[in-house]
Nanobody
């Protein structure tokens, strides 16, 4: 199986930027589509960004388009989420997720992902 560990979350102010990292153990990593989800306080987990196994396609939820960028470095078994212009409503626990696939499609539903990290907290506050 794939083991995922997120890092990089911290307390930031509105307008700040940061990079979240997801380290994956499990080969071949390039066989896995990856995604970032987030769970705001008191709300359900929601899709943020997804990336196909070899980077063919990227998808973002509307609220983060133009501000967040997902990327991966398969040779290093790493997934990143670069976040810019953070807003108060971006506060959430951010999770890295992966699914083994032979295809090249991004899936936005949690049910499609079999492997999850434990999350990293991003708090945007004044």
């Amino acid at each position: 199986q794939v083991h995922l560990v997120e890092s990089g979350g911290r307390l930031v102010q509105p307008g700040d930027s940061l990079t979240l990292s997801c380290a994956a153990a499990g080969l071949p990593f390039s066989d896995y589509g990856v995604a970032w989800f987030r769970q705001p306080p008191g709300k359900e987990r929601e899709f943020v960004a997804g990336l196909t196994k070899n980077g063919e396609e990227k998808e973002y939820t509307d609220s983060v388009k133009g501000r967040f960028t997902i990327s991966r470095e398969n040779a290093q078994n790493m997934v990143y989420l670069h976040v810019n212009s953070l807003k108060l409503e971006d506060t959430a626990v951010y999770y890295c997720a992966a699914r083994q696939t032979s295809g090249s499609l991004v899936f936005r539903g949690t049910i499609y992902y079999n492997y999850w990290g434990q999350g990293t907290q991003v708090t945007v506050s004044t």
